[in-house]
């Protein structure tokens, strides 16, 4: 097979094509949990949020942060969708799903566990879908 310049041309773009979708990904997935489907950060872990934060602020900050790790977003990360990015009290960024910022476990020991749900009187919730 002859390659031309409109072959290589195509083939670009599909790249490209392929490049932007990869880049525009979600922070998060939705997966199954031992409490049914739920968001997972990229190991497959389960994602909470937490009752305290409000107007997109997490107040989760120190020792909370330690047991509840954010779910980190790059200095340059732009909101899309139902997500956007807080900015952490020590400047660090996190995403948040429709406004929630969002935070994993450190006793969920493997992906689907979701032994967070409804820690302390119910201020840590599973984050669904």
Known sequence: ???TPLRILIASGALLAGLATAFA????????????????????????????????????????????PPLAASADAKAMGDWSVVTRDDGGKQWAY???????????????????DGFLNGAWSLARP
């Not at 929630?100 to 493997?110: I, Q």
């Open 1 to 3: 097979m002859k390659t």
């Open 25 to 68: 990904a979600d922070p998060a997935a939705t997966a199954d949990t031992s409490k049914g489907k739920a968001l997972v950060d990229a190991k497959g872990m389960s994602l909470y949020t937490f009752a305290k934060d409000a107007d997109g602020k997490s107040m989760c900050n120190g020792q909370c942060a330690t047991n509840w």
């Open 98 to 116: 429709k406004g929630k910022p969002l935070y994993a476990w450190v006793k969920d020991a493997k992906p689907g566990d979701a032994t967070g």
